[in-house]
């Protein structure tokens, strides 16, 4: 029995209202939203997340870092519910749709299945997880980690954020300090709706990301350490010039990413040179590298082989070089027979689809070590996203909230 | 008559004195000097110069520009003046031998000859040209500007510093608003002793420099605009990266000097990224490129050739770029037979002797358009300049002196 079949539908008008709505609570210039993790517009949204879960007659649960789960009961108490959900804090300037679109769509789902009057097999939950952009406190899907386990409550709860309190404090001070217990969570599969936050979709012209997984991360500051002279007294010859080397090797991270090919990212991002001044050859460079890539060989290849290029293009010049990893996070593959059945359903609903990797890091890639997992991603106009300027057209927001409640049907009606 | 033969002789105690006297006006820690052009402690150091003046029984006269130029009367008054000198203004990190050893040598040729009795046919001229460094006021060389004419005086007494205040009344303030009249001036000849401020005559392992000329400087601007971009979702194919532009282009100007060879130097000694972080696609570069040599030609050169290329990466990567003119300056020739009367000097002194170009900016390139003019230089220690470590051996400044003495006796005493 397909959704449509049981008179299940979204009601794309009352979605795009709660986006709204929940848009306005620490709203910026230009459309944009400032709700930090665990500060008061973060309060506020929470209160109306949950105010709008009580409504739909969820039962909500709070735990003890602060995850919001909202469950839809099912008839068979005994199975493992299905989940959907996202986040709704936000980066600084950030906009209406990363995170809240996945929380609010699920409510959308609950509502459609309530003005049904339809009941799942298996209970369904809706999560807003913690601090899932690590604007304020680091790492970032602080709350889902914590969820799934390999995050310890404590050192979660410990963490000094940018304005120098803790997690802690500022989950008792909102009133979010829960007392359901983390970890030990049993899930029968997870399914995430969220904008792409990148320009692939709207630049191939198709409506429905299937997400196949999260590119592995790795993050590189590096220190040259040359020599400062006289730019119209040193000879070529006798330069340590620490801006020629990274220039050399941001050079070549543009090389590896061609001969490496399609999925292999490569950014350079930062740069600060010292002194910094027209006619001082530079004594120092401080620079970042990203390097990502669904493919775990690949991405540790490339890492190598930067490491590798940096000694030498260093060397060369007489200059040091040291380096240290901001961050390393290994791809994660989502679960096949989710992508398919996100694959299907948004044939079914009429969209055209593409399986892509996710660029960007989402809670779904946490709870994928805990159960099948999968995300569903509509288009961003532009690819813009951690920007007031964030925008995904009202039709796919519909489509996409849609084959979310397609698959969460299924999943939780699944006979497995 | 060599100068050795009518018993003229430096006498390095009392110069090396009188630099370590003068260092201490506006002494700053490790042995630095911190005396910018006009303010009080340049004014305690003119007082200073103005009084060895005195004691050498010099005429001294103030010009409308500030400049101090004392003369030692020749036997043929109507005669055009040989001169030397330099300027005792720092930067703000100086050190004690920029600028000081061309004027406190020039004042020991004369106690030298004040000693051994010896009249020239010529006057001497020792000057202490006002705001040479240009760290306080724009431009740098302003005083042998406006004394050879080039800089128009009032143009100059009105430029605004770096506080705010003019130097015309700086000039008023320290009492060195002099009423002699600038431009005009008649020369016969001009040489200046001057530290290297590069490491060549130390990687050579040769004691004197006979400079042949000053390079010619070309700074540039760039200014890149792409466009800002999440690093983990946004293809290779679809980016506008500055950053990447940015360091195709440093690239570059290290493979044009390989392939203009020696005498073409490049450095980005500025750059900045915009927003500088990590995974953001840099969405803006801004940066300088200091390219010099001692052909106007190949200069020139070089300079298309820089600027082609900027357009050509830029257009690549769909980045817009745009470029304005810091700084352009012709190379400046010295006067070959002034250049061989140093080379010569330096040899009859039993010194090594080496011919080359001057990367850094100075008077004498300026009074080189009034009359011949050329200049001698010592070593610096690990090439260091504007940097209290800056330091060049007691040996080898007493070696210049010996050698400016001598030419200046030549050029003094000559027939033409």
């Known amino acids: 029995m397909s959704t449509v079949e049981a008179g299940v539908r979204i009601n794309g008008a009352r979605l795009l209202d709660r986006i709204a709505q929940l848009g306005k609570i620490g709203e910026i210039g230009g459309g944009g939203v400032c709700r930090l993790a665990l500060t008061e517009e973060d309060k506020l949204g929470r209160d109306q997340v949950v105010a709008w879960m009580r409504e739909l007659r969820m039962q909500v649960?709070?735990?003890?870092?602060?995850?919001?789960?909202?469950?839809?009961?099912?008839?068979?108490?005994?199975?493992?519910?299905?989940?959907?959900?996202?986040?709704?804090?936000?980066?600084?300037?950030?906009?209406?749709?990363?995170?809240?679109?996945?929380?609010?769509?699920?409510?959308?789902?609950?509502?459609?299945?309530?003005d049904a009057g339809v009941e799942l097999d298996r209970s369904l939950q809706v999560a807003a997880f913690t601090n899932e952009e690590g604007a304020r406190f680091a790492p970032d899907m602080m709350g889902s980690l914590v969820y799934q386990g390999d995050l310890a409550l404590d050192v979660a709860l410990d963490t000094v954020g940018i304005d120098g309190t803790t997690v802690r404090e500022n989950l008792e001070r909102i009133g979010?300090?829960?007392?359901?217990?983390?970890?030990?969570?049993?899930?029968?599969?997870?399914?995430e709706l969220h904008i792409e936050q990148g320009p692939v979709l709207e630049h191939e012209g198709v409506d429905i990301g299937a997400v196949t997984g999260v590119q592995g991360i790795c993050w590189t500051e590096f220190e040259l350490q040359g020599v400062s002279n006289h730019a119209g007294t040193t000879p070529m010859a006798l330069r340590h010039d620490a801006a020629a080397v990274f220039s050399?090797?941001?050079?070549?991270?543009?090389?590896?990413?061609?001969?490496?090919?399609?999925g292999q990212l490569g950014t350079v991002g930062h740069c600060k040179l010292f002194p910094n001044l027209v006619n001082v050859i530079p004594s120092k460079a401080v620079f970042t590298v990203d390097l990502r890539n669904v493919d775990k060989a690949s991405l540790d290849?490339?890492?190598?082989?930067?490491?590798?290029?940096?000694?030498?293009?260093?060397?060369?010049?007489?200059?040091?070089?040291?380096?240290?990893?901001?961050?390393?996070?290994?791809?994660?593959?989502?679960?096949?027979?989710?992508?398919?059945?996100?694959?299907?359903?948004?044939?079914?609903?009429?969209?055209?689809?593409?399986?892509?990797?996710?660029?960007a890091g989402h809670d779904a890639q946490i709870i994928a070590r805990l159960c099948p997992a999968a995300m569903i991603f509509v288009p961003s106009v532009k690819g813009l996203s951690h920007n007031p300027a964030e925008f995904t057209k009202d039709e796919d927001l519909v489509a996409g909230a849609s084959i979310l409640l397609d698959t969460l049907v299924t999943l939780a009606n699944g006979a497995s």
């Not at 519910?81 to 769509?105: E, F, K, Q, W």
């Not at 090797?249 to 543009?254: D, E, G, K, N």
């Not at 961050?327 to 299907?344: I, T, W, Y």
Request: charged share 20%.
């Open 61 to 114: 649960m709070i735990d003890r870092i602060g995850n919001i789960v909202g469950t839809l009961p099912g008839k068979n108490p005994s199975l493992a519910p299905v989940m959907t959900g996202s986040h709704i804090d936000t980066v600084r300037t950030g906009g209406r749709y990363d995170g809240n679109l996945g929380v609010l769509a699920g409510l959308e789902v609950v509502a459609a299945l309530r």
């Open 176 to 191: 979010y300090a829960g007392t359901a217990p983390c970890g030990n969570n049993e899930l029968h599969a997870y399914i």
């Open 248 to 262: 050399d090797i941001a050079v070549f991270v543009r090389e590896l990413t061609r001969r490496y090919g399609g």
């Open 301 to 359: 290849a490339a890492e190598r082989e930067l490491l590798a290029y940096a000694q030498e293009a260093a060397a060369k010049e007489g200059v040091q070089v040291s380096h240290r990893s901001l961050a390393r996070f290994d791809p994660v593959d989502f679960d096949p027979a989710l992508v398919d059945l996100v694959e299907r359903s948004a044939r079914a609903h009429g969209r055209t689809v593409m399986r892509m990797p996710s660029g």
